[in-house]
């Protein structure tokens, strides 16, 4: 379902560059974006997904990637606030949600989620976070809590620190900045493939 390398990508012109590098998780995370652009890039990662036989997984838009037939939504605590889990189970979409806090991780069980994701590992600059670097520890903590369910890790992650986020029990490591950012995107994305499949 997740595979070790899951990429966060902002539009689809980085699925056109990296997913043909062997990317096979990814998630589309948009913000300030009007209706018909948002459609427009869910269709199109939807399309070149299914052509690289990658899972996509729409960030927040839940409603939108029901409409267009997408299976897979990551969605935050205050999404699921006003998320129909119920739509989304009847309509075969799976889910992800975020935690940062025991009481989160509590909550977000309750919906019988298809993966956990824990962050920030380490400290991030992608957003500001009011939440303090979760640690390796905290991984093995909610690995032990949440058992067969798939642990997703995020925030400040490298190659480097990918590799020792799965040895503490997260079965996916997340990226977003350090490959969008990078001076070489593909390199980058290439490095983090041959280190986390190697």
Partial sequence: MLDRFYLIVDSSHWLERLLPLGVKTVQLRMKDKSHAELTHEIIMSRTLCAQHGATLIVNDYWQMALDEGCNFVHLGQEDMDTADFKALKVGGVKIGLSTH????????????????????????????????PQGLERISEWKRIIGNIPLVAIGGLTPERAKLVLQAGADSACVVTDILRHADPEARTREWIDTLRG
């Fill in 101 to 132: 806090t025991p009481e989160e991780l509590d909550r977000a069980l309750q919906f019988d989620p298809d993966y956990i994701a824990l962050g920030p590992i380490y400290p991030t600059v992608l957003k500001d976070m009011i939440f303090p």
